[in-house]
């Protein structure tokens, strides 16, 4: 692999981690990242140059189908399939929408979440909480950018609030339109790193993405009045390299990030942790037990007590979470396994003609 091609893709964020992925029998395909979603196809780049690439249905049937922000390898040619996608680092997902169970994966290898929440709208630190356990469980590191501030009716109140329901997180406030908290982004971004805005539409992601980029590259648009809610300018996800490192992802607005996984349930919510080895029970629930520091620190003000029923409302959604995976993933294999029993009652069919 040339020295040219090697500078390019490190400024991407292609570390040792991915190029210990390729073996010999890669040595004919080209490695890539995938920067922007256009719909059955993916707009990816390589050393050279940009190209789109075609999704083979075979890593659509494997559930293995490339998003923005991936590592792909891929050949010559006018649009040339995707032969495999890279092991992921980290990857921002969320449980489908709606009462089936399963993943959608956002945008992948990320390495710094930028969770934007307008202070038109005022801080949600239960939905706060929830986006941080999504990130954690993905790999990636959040941020949370306070956008909007001269609407706040009380910015060092937000500022506060969006600290207490993120502890250890970094809380500024934003904005593109005046430059406020963009040499703080910047300075997390270095050579290498990507971040992704996730928020809700109408909450100045986009405006900040062309802050940054110092061009007008995404389209924005006011909120409407009345309802205070965003509209939709951004259709698909685009990865956009900073001058001087680093890189972003913009997308469609996100309300919420339903927990496909609740592993960092427990990552947010450690000074409940920290609290909890105080207690008499090494298995204590914190719901009623003699001798409970949990509890005992929300009764007495050292612990809020809408953020101790946060927390148990979270972990019991990812217990629910990892129930209903358990049997999504039973009945998938339950199918296959029909599968392989009628093709196999076909064969002998077809043998005893």
Not at 109 to 136: I, K, S
Request: glycine letters at 12%; aromatic letters at 4%.
């Amino acid at each position: 692999m040339s020295r040219a091609r090697v500078s390019v893709l490190e400024s991407l964020g292609f570390d040792a981690f991915f190029a210990g992925q390729l073996t010999p029998a890669d040595a004919a395909l080209r490695p890539g990242r995938a920067v922007a979603d256009r719909g059955a196809r993916l707009q990816v780049r390589f050393a050279e140059r940009e190209a789109l690439v075609t999704i083979p249905g075979r890593l659509k049937a494997a559930r293995a189908q490339p998003v923005v922000g991936d590592f792909v390898l891929a050949g010559d040619g006018d649009e040339p399939p995707v032969v495999r996608v890279l092991e992921r680092r980290s990857a921002l997902a969320r449980n489908v929408a709606g009462r089936t169970t399963g993943e959608q994966v956002l945008a992948a290898n990320v390495d710094l979440v930028f969770l934007v929440n307008p202070l038109d709208a005022g801080v949600n630190p239960r939905l706060l909480e929830r986006t941080l356990a999504a990130v954690y469980a993905g790999g990636a590191r959040p941020a949370v950018l306070l956008t909007k501030p001269d609407l706040a009716e009380d910015a060092a109140g937000a500022l506060a609030e969006a600290s207490g329901a993120a502890p250890g997180v970094p809380v500024f406030a934003a904005s593109g339109r005046t430059g406020e908290g963009l040499a703080q982004i910047r300075a997390l971004l270095s050579t290498g790193r990507t971040g992704v805005f996730v928020g809700p539409s109408g909450a100045g992601k986009s405006t900040l993405v062309n802050a940054l980029l110092g061009a007008e590259v995404q389209v924005t648009a006011e909120v409407r009045e009345g309802d205070r809610r965003g509209r939709h300018t951004t259709a698909g996800r685009s990865l956009f390299q900073l001058e001087g490192g680093g890189a972003v992802i913009d997308g469609p607005g996100i309300r919420e990030l339903r927990l496909w996984d609740g592993g960092g349930v427990g990552e947010v919510f450690h000074d409940v942790a920290e609290l909890a080895a105080g207690c008499r029970f090494a298995d204590c629930a914190h719901g009623g037990e003699p001798g409970c520091a949990v509890e005992t620190a929300a009764a007495d003000g050292r612990l809020d007590p809408e953020r101790l029923a946060s927390f148990h409302k979270l972990a019991g959604e990812a217990r629910a979470q990892e129930a209903r995976q358990g049997s999504a993933a039973a009945r998938e294999e339950k199918q296959r396994w029909r599968t392989v029993h009628k093709e196999l009652r076909r064969f002998q069919r077809d043998r005893g003609r």
